[in-house]
C-alpha cells in the first residue's frame, strides 16, 4: 500500500509540475485560453466539479454573499427549535490559482464537517490567478466572512455567534490565517471567531531554504520549484524570479528591507530541534534587490501572516495548526505555532510522520489513503471538541 501511494504521489506530482511547463507555452494561447493557469484548472475542474447536490442530513446550496461566490452547507439535525448551530468558513487550497469549492474533495469535507458537527459550513469560491492577484482573494474571503459574521445572518442560518471558525488548507490556510490577523483588528466586526484551524498552511515566502523546504525540494506533491511559482503568480510577480527565491536572494544581508524579516523567521530558535535535522540556515552576503523591489508584497503581512507583529498575535483566536512531515511547508505551520504560544495562544500542533501536502483530500474517493483519512478525521474531531 506505502509503494502504490508513493507511485501515485509522484506520478501526479511530476505530472502537476510537467503541465506547469507545458502549458506555460504557446500551447493555451494557441487554444484562446489565454494563461497557462487557467488551462490548468480547467482541466483539473472538468471532472471533478459537482453541481450543490444536498442528502439527508445537508442541504448545500450555491449562492452569494456580498457578491463573493459561495457553496453553503447546511446541516439538517436541529431536533430543538431553539438548538443553535456551529459555524465554519472553509477556504480550499490549490495555490491561489487552483481548485474550487465544487469540486468531489472539497465538497465531501465540507459535508462531512456540517454533518459531523451539525453546522453550517460556508465554502469559498474566491477568484484565482489569473483572474486576479494579491489581496482580490483576500477581499474575497473577508468579505465573506464580515457577511456572515452578521448578526441577522448567523441568525438566519440558526448559528451559535459564540461558535464560529475559520478554516482552509494550504492556500487556503494562507488566507484563512490572513483573514483571521485582518478580523481581529477590524473593531467593526463585534462577532469574534471562536477558533482557526489551519491545514499544511503557506505562511511566508522570505525563505525557501527551511528545513522543511530543504528536505522535501523534490518531495511530491509540492516541489519547492512550484511553490515558488506559486507565489510569485500570486503576488504578481515575474516568474524568472523563481531561482533568486530558491537561493533567498531577496533576503540577503545587504537588503536592509528584509533585515526585520530575518530576525522574525529564525528558524534556528522557532523550529524545535527535531525538526531541523542538521540542515543549515541559507542567507547570502549579497542579493538581487529587484525581487523585494519589483514584489513588494512578499514584504506585506496580509501575505505573509508568519511575520505579523505579536500585538496582533494576541489578538487571535485559539488555533489548530496539521503539518505534515514530508511537505515542504511544514516549518511554517511549526513556526507559527510557536509565535502564538509564545504570544498567550492556546495552540494544537497535530503533526503526521506520515503525511504530505495535500493528504487530507486523498482521504476521498478514489484514493481513500490512510493518512488522509486519519487527518480528515482528527481534524474534525478537533473541531467538534473545541467549536
Given at each position: 500500500?506505502?509503494?502504490?501511494?508513493?507511485?501515485?504521489?509522484?506520478?501526479?506530482?511530476?505530472?502537476?509540475?510537467?503541465?506547469?511547463?507545458?502549458?506555460?507555452?504557446?500551447?493555451?494561447?494557441?487554444?484562446?485560453?489565454?494563461?497557462?493557469?487557467?488551462?490548468?484548472?480547467?482541466?483539473?475542474?472538468?471532472?471533478?466539479?459537482?453541481?450543490?447536490?444536498?442528502t439527508?442530513?445537508?442541504?448545500?446550496?450555491?449562492?452569494?454573499?456580498?457578491?463573493?461566490?459561495?457553496r453553503?452547507?447546511?446541516?439538517?439535525?436541529n431536533?430543538?427549535?431553539?438548538?443553535?448551530?456551529?459555524?465554519?468558513?472553509?477556504?480550499?487550497?490549490?495555490?491561489?490559482?487552483?481548485?474550487?469549492?465544487?469540486?468531489?474533495?472539497?465538497?465531501?469535507?465540507?459535508?462531512?464537517?456540517?454533518?459531523?458537527?451539525?453546522?453550517?459550513?460556508?465554502?469559498?469560491?474566491?477568484r484565482?490567478?489569473?483572474?486576479?492577484?494579491?489581496?482580490?482573494?483576500?477581499?474575497?474571503?473577508?468579505?465573506?466572512?464580515?457577511?456572515?459574521?452578521?448578526?441577522?445572518?448567523?441568525?438566519?442560518?440558526?448559528?451559535?455567534?459564540?461558535r464560529?471558525a475559520?478554516?482552509?488548507?494550504?492556500?487556503?490556510?494562507?488566507?484563512?490565517?490572513?483573514?483571521?490577523?485582518?478580523?481581529?483588528?477590524?473593531?467593526?466586526?463585534?462577532?469574534?471567531?471562536?477558533?482557526?484551524?489551519?491545514?499544511?498552511?503557506?505562511?511566508?515566502?522570505l525563505?525557501?531554504?527551511?528545513?522543511?523546504?530543504?528536505?522535501?525540494?523534490?518531495?511530491?506533491?509540492?516541489?519547492?520549484?512550484?511553490?515558488?511559482?506559486?507565489?510569485?503568480?500570486?503576488?504578481?510577480g515575474?516568474?524568472?524570479?523563481?531561482?533568486?527565491?530558491?537561493v533567498?536572494?531577496?533576503t540577503?544581508?545587504?537588503?536592509?528591507?528584509?533585515?526585520?524579516?530575518?530576525?522574525?523567521?529564525?528558524?534556528?530558535?522557532?523550529?524545535?530541534?527535531?525538526?531541523?535535522?542538521?540542515?543549515?540556515?541559507?542567507?547570502?552576503?549579497?542579493?538581487?534587490?529587484?525581487?523585494?523591489?519589483?514584489?513588494?508584497?512578499?514584504?506585506?503581512?496580509?501575505?505573509?501572516?508568519?511575520?505579523?507583529?505579536?500585538?496582533?498575535?494576541?489578538?487571535?483566536p485559539?488555533?489548530?495548526?496539521?503539518?505534515?512531515?514530508?511537505?515542504?511547508?511544514?516549518?511554517?505551520?511549526?513556526?507559527?505555532?510557536?509565535?502564538?504560544?509564545?504570544?498567550?495562544?492556546?495552540?494544537?500542533?497535530?503533526h503526521?510522520?506520515?503525511?504530505?501536502?495535500?493528504?487530507m483530500?486523498?482521504?476521498?474517493?478514489?484514493?481513500?489513503?490512510?493518512?488522509?483519512?486519519?487527518?480528515?478525521?482528527?481534524?474534525?474531531?478537533?473541531?467538534?471538541?473545541?467549536?
Amino acid at each position: 500500500m506505502v509503494d502504490g501511494m508513493l507511485l501515485f504521489l509522484t506520478c501526479y506530482g511530476k505530472l502537476l509540475k510537467e503541465w506547469i511547463t507545458i502549458t506555460d507555452s504557446n500551447i493555451a494561447h494557441w487554444m484562446g485560453l489565454g494563461h497557462y493557469q487557467t488551462f490548468l484548472n480547467l482541466a483539473a475542474n472538468f471532472l471533478e466539479e459537482l453541481g450543490p447536490e444536498s442528502t439527508e442530513t445537508v442541504k448545500v446550496e450555491d449562492t452569494a454573499f456580498d457578491g463573493v461566490q459561495v457553496r453553503v452547507f447546511e446541516a439538517g439535525k436541529n431536533t430543538n427549535d431553539a438548538e443553535l448551530k456551529r459555524g465554519v468558513i472553509y477556504i480550499h487550497g490549490g495555490g491561489w490559482a487552483l481548485g474550487s469549492a465544487r469540486i468531489r474533495s472539497y465538497d465531501y469535507i465540507c459535508k462531512k464537517i456540517a454533518d459531523v458537527l451539525n453546522a453550517v459550513v460556508v465554502s469559498v469560491e474566491y477568484r484565482l490567478v489569473p483572474e486576479v492577484y494579491f489581496p482580490e482573494q483576500i477581499h474575497d474571503v473577508l468579505q465573506v466572512a464580515k457577511h456572515f459574521l452578521l448578526l441577522e445572518v448567523l441568525a438566519k442560518y440558526s448559528v451559535d455567534p459564540h461558535r464560529v471558525a475559520i478554516s482552509g488548507d494550504s492556500a487556503g490556510g494562507n488566507l484563512a490565517a490572513a483573514v483571521s490577523q485582518q478580523l481581529a483588528q477590524d473593531r467593526s466586526v463585534t462577532t469574534r471567531l471562536k477558533l482557526q484551524a489551519l491545514i499544511y498552511p503557506a505562511l511566508q515566502a522570505l525563505d525557501f531554504n527551511t528545513p522543511s523546504y530543504q528536505q522535501n525540494m523534490d518531495i511530491p506533491i509540492l516541489y519547492r520549484s512550484v511553490m515558488a511559482r506559486f507565489w510569485l503568480e500570486y503576488l504578481k510577480g515575474d516568474t524568472s524570479f523563481v531561482k533568486p527565491l530558491l537561493v533567498n536572494n531577496h533576503t540577503s544581508f545587504d537588503l536592509h528591507e528584509a533585515a526585520a524579516v530575518r530576525a522574525i523567521l529564525n528558524w534556528t530558535s522557532l523550529l524545535p530541534p527535531s525538526f531541523k535535522k542538521g540542515y543549515k540556515p541559507v542567507i547570502q552576503t549579497l542579493g538581487d534587490p529587484r525581487v523585494i523591489q519589483e514584489v513588494p508584497a512578499l514584504l506585506d503581512v496580509r501575505a505573509a501572516p508568519l511575520i505579523a507583529d505579536n500585538e496582533v498575535l494576541q489578538l487571535l483566536p485559539k488555533t489548530y495548526i496539521l503539518t505534515c512531515e514530508h511537505d515542504v511547508l511544514r516549518d511554517d505551520g511549526i513556526m507559527y505555532a510557536k509565535r502564538l504560544e509564545e504570544a498567550g495562544i492556546e495552540v494544537t500542533h497535530d503533526h503526521y510522520e506520515d503525511g504530505f501536502h495535500g493528504c487530507m483530500i486523498f482521504g476521498t474517493w478514489p484514493t481513500y489513503f490512510s493518512v488522509g483519512i486519519r487527518t480528515m478525521n482528527n481534524y474534525i474531531n478537533w473541531l467538534s471538541q473545541n467549536l
